[in-house]
């Protein structure tokens, strides 16, 4: 079985394209790239043709076809970009139960072997939308054909199609007053949901005991970090002894979380974002949450929601100080980053000098500071923390429970000394490299994508150099003699 | 014995064209996290004491995100006076060097890339 996942901007129109006033049948066709990181390998809706009625005709066996020049020219599209290709149409009396007809199968066993051979190494598949409903079946090569088990819409509410309605769950009775504002199924959608937690110090705790209490059913948090002494005023669990034997903030979160619900499956890691395989595992998740004050982990993040359509919320707080001490400005951030929407590049918030300050040692940061700056500590506050935090897992909950406009997603400000929220809006750059729309994009590759995280290394790692410039190396002389 | 070098794409892709720029060829010390330590052979104005010195910079993994910066000469070059502010003495890497302090206010990881910063740096030291 696989899954397939498509932006909530690309399904608005997919889904106004496929159903209309005339109760007829449209078509599309979807590229899409592949994630095998997650526990279903998962397609990604890179580009979404919709088909007019010059492309989607009447067809010679059934209803209406797809035109073989289309399927040809988009076929071809898919080898290049080494993509797999989906036909899509409506049944537009289906609600909430769907499934592929005899002859959208039998058009399939006609043109699905040849289309294999055009689109090259990439599946192919067949998927027909209900209004509240999809069924599907995929070709790959070598492979006997599988159904699609359901698709996943990444919008503002997520939503999910299946071939049926799922059936309605019991609650557990510490969850009935939550439950009594999102339903059984809202509470059991966060129980299947895996939620990741990037740093877990001041705001990242709060979110991770936020989420324990609401009910999630797999939480995976990541910081590399150890608790000190100034945590202790914002660090939810963390005790003074953790600071005296410097424990892991996430064996802290461990904690945390085992003593609110033992039944959530906690998964610390005591790693950085920025390593490949840490990456991977927070591409699994479902929803992330970015919790930490450097802009490698943010670069790295907004890569991983684009790439792989699995949306994120930044969180920080920010106070700036004039040179004196004083205060200029205290405000809250609060960032939804979700795939179809503009970035964090796109929003100027990916600083590529401080990502090359990051990547120095701390001798190269003290030799680049030739002006002798003093270093500056960032004040950090835990109601600022608490702020960000409590609106940021409201949106993830009012995400994950179908209940968000989307407004909701708008990049969000709390000026701290008036009490005021300002709203931004954040366009896409078409040529961005993460979330845009040209053919370099990271946007729906999956695990094709380049992720901008360290790679593994052979040790030690050793010189190299063409051999007519070796006179130029200043290391040579310190290379071992064979 | 081969050794495997492993550098991000966007590094790879810098160095080839830098290969491409470099007739005398380019200097590659990976830094083990898929960036690399690059060395280019540069003409120097006539206010230093030698007509070329090889230039040396770091290019973090997750270039071209990343702006290059600082960019660093052997220490055992001299300049005529005056001094300027974006040199300094320094060591890097256990050797003495000179680091040339040009910042790229700009960087657009999108459009930018290395090989114009050099021909910038370039352009610099040999005024």
Known sequence: MSALRISGKDYAALNRHLFRPDRDEYGAVILAGRSDVRELPTFLAREVHLLDETEFTAGEYGYRQIAPHVLAKLGNRAAEQKLSLFTCHSHPTATDRNRLSVPDLEAHERVFPHLLDIVDGGAVGGITFGLESAAGEIWAPDAEPQALSHVDIVGASSDQLFPDPRHDVETDLRFDRQARMFGAEGQAKLRNSTIAVIGAGGGGSMVIEQLAHLGVGRLLAVDYDVVKTHNLSRVMGATPEDATHGRKKVDVARDLVSRIDPTIDFQGIDGDLADGPVAQRVASADFIFLCTDTITSRLVANAIVHAHFIPMIQIGAKVDLLNKGAIESIYVAVRPVFPGRGCLACAGLIDPTALQREAATDEERQAQNYLNLPEVIDPSVVTLNGVAASVATNLMLMNIVGLADDEYLDHRLFDAQTGNWLSLKVQSDLGCRWCGSNDKSAFGLGSSAWLPVRIGEPDPPAPVASSRFARWLPWRRKRPSR | ?127
């Not at chain 2, 590659?28 to 280019?40: C, H, K, N, R, W």
């Not at chain 2, 300027?84 to 960087?107: F, G």
Request: with cysteine; net charge negative.
């Open chain 2, 1 to 127: 014995m081969n050794t495997v070098v492993a550098l991000s794409p966007g590094v790879a892709e810098a160095v080839q064209e830098l290969e491409g720029f470099s007739s005398e060829g380019v200097g590659l010390e990976p830094d083990g996290s898929g960036g690399a330590y690059v060395t280019i052979p540069i003409e120097l104005g006539p206010s230093w004491s030698a007509g070329a010195a090889p230039l040396t910079f770091h290019l973090p993994f997750n270039y071209p995100a990343a702006s290059p910066y600082p960019y660093y000469l052997p220490g055992n070059l001299n300049l005529a006076d005056p001094w300027p502010p974006a040199l300094q003495r320094i060591q890097w890497r256990n050797q003495n060097v000179i680091q040339v302090s040009l910042r790229h206010n700009n960087w657009d990881p999108h459009r930018d890339r290395v090989l114009g910063c050099i021909l910038q740096v370039k352009e610099w030291l040999q005024r």
